[in-house]
């Protein structure tokens, strides 16, 4: 199974930028769905953003749209999720995964895939 580490997460005011860097340990080859996720305190784990293959266009969650951007390079074993213009609600636990649904309409569901341990990014007012 792949394995999947997170990093970039920290605290910063709103308006800010952040960085989310994910790194995986072997891609099999297969051009797998990758993502992040988020998860809010006492919410469901929800997409942030996710690219269905290499070369295509990435799909973003209507919050997301226009502040963030993501980054794929498979050569490289690499998703790279770029957070500009950082609001309060965008404070979560962020996750990446390999090998998920890469679709608004499927809800998060354990067991599918291979995920990070997850970083935390906070945004204070």
């Known amino acids: 199974q792949t394995q999947v580490e997170e990093s970039g997460g920290g605290e910063v005011q709103a308006g800010g930028s952040l960085t989310l860097s994910c790194s995986f340990s072997?891609?099999?080859?297969?051009?797998?769905?990758m993502g992040w996720w988020r998860q809010i305190q006492g919410k469901e784990r929800e997409l942030v953003s996710c690219s269905r293959q290499t070369g295509a266009d990435p799909l973003y969650v209507d919050s997301a749209k226009g502040r963030f951007t993501l980054k794929r390079n498979d050569a490289e074993n690499s998703l790279v999720l770029q957070m500009n213009s950082l609001r309060p609600g965008d404070t979560a636990m962020y996750y990446c995964?390999?090998?998920?649904?890469?679709?608004?309409?499927?809800?998060?569901?354990?067991?599918?895939?291979?995920w990070g341990q997850g970083t935390q990014v906070t945004v204070s007012s």
């Open positions: 072997k891609l099999t080859g297969l051009d797998l769905p």
């Open positions: 995964a390999i090998g998920y649904f890469c679709s608004e309409s499927e809800p998060y569901r354990p067991g599918i895939g291979s």
